[in-house]
């Protein structure tokens, strides 16, 4: 059987090698705001308390701007939006680093903290967004697989990225100065968003194999409906969980005297994430979405309740690696529940509703359990991991007891 042009079996015919490094590198500033930000005012404000609320605000920005950003996306293209969001991103970064040792007032950390936030790029969502597009010009009975494969690869770049982040963080502040970090981010921001944004991939998600100029966009009330949601509620959850693990997880090592090898121990969970993640395309049909949820949240939750009672560096590595096992597959799984119900023309909004709602997740838990750690001791900030990790196992049956008719597309 021949195919035609319009028609490709390739993905990566489609998108170029280059795609995937630029993709990859583009996305990780993402991964180190949050932390590089707390680990800034830290140390230039001496507040572990004002570090988290800075992070927050961090949070704070993604979650009111992030989804506005892929409507717009959506709307006019992503390299105008990518561009822009990408510059604004950079001057944010810098103006921080700056800001954190100026004399001025709390506030003024706080407001600027808020527009890293709002003007983080949203390159991993929007990447997904690009990928689906072109998977759907492929032969029918090959879409299945292969969006699964694309989401699996995603979801591992996402965890290896979420992973490192935060270790490269702590390199720079540590072997340089607290605002390293921060300026590094800006200068990969500027250099590989704006190749993201300028990659010919930039035009495929309002580009329609019909010759018609873009797509037909659902009504924005579409977004609202709790087959949605429920989806990026459980992606706020698993942020929720990447903060408590990582800021709990400090602290247990700083009572042992070797808080600088938690990168390592952390990146434990990452191995045993991607690798599962990578596996998920090979998951049988039968075993559906609803059912993974359950099945690798409840993997999260056994696992985050090993975390929470480890008393030893060998027994929190097994922990660790057990709840990695969890983690991967949920993320995918996730996406892969998003773009089954997406509402038409609304893919990059949908995508970055998730990607919006993990770094909530994400900075709010570090503020929290940092403040719990301090206060009432690193024992109790473990089980903060366990309640993430439940709250995720709760939204899963929530999606499991859901039956309504998927969108029209």
Known sequence: MTHSPAEPTSLIAQTGRAYFPIALIARLPFAMNVVGVLTLVVAARGSIATGGLTAAAVGLGTAVAGPLLGAAADRFGQRHVMLLSGIANALAL???SWIAFAPVADSWL????????????QVGPLSRTRLVAYITRMPKETRGKTIQ???AYESAVDEIVFIFGPVLVGLLATTMNPAAPLIGAAALTLVFVSAFALHHSA???I??????ARVEQAPARELYRFRILVVVLGMLATGLFFGSALTSLTAWMEDRGAAEQTGLLYGLMGVTSAVLALSFAFFPARFT????WLTFAAIMTAGSVLIATADTVPTMMIALAVTGIGVGPVIVNA?????????RGRSATVMTML????????SSASAIVGAVAESSGTAIALWATVVSAFLLLLLGVMNALLRTPLPTR
């Not at 706080?110 to 790029?121: C, E, F, I, K, Y």
């Not at 580009?207 to 018609?212: E, F, L, M, N, W």
């Not at 996406?335 to 509402?343: I, M």
């Not at 990607?355 to 994400?362: E, N, P």
């Open 94 to 96: 810098v103006l921080m």
């Open 110 to 121: 706080l407001a600027v903290a808020v527009l890293v936030g709002a003007s983080a790029p």
């Open 149 to 151: 494969g694309v989401l």
């Open 203 to 205: 035009n495929v998600s």
């Open 207 to 212: 580009t329609r194999t019909d010759a018609s």
């Open 289 to 292: 979405f609803r059912a993974r």
């Open 335 to 343: 996406y892969s529940l998003a773009t089954e119900r997406t509402p």
């Open 355 to 362: 990607g919006s709602a993990v770094v909530v997740g994400q």
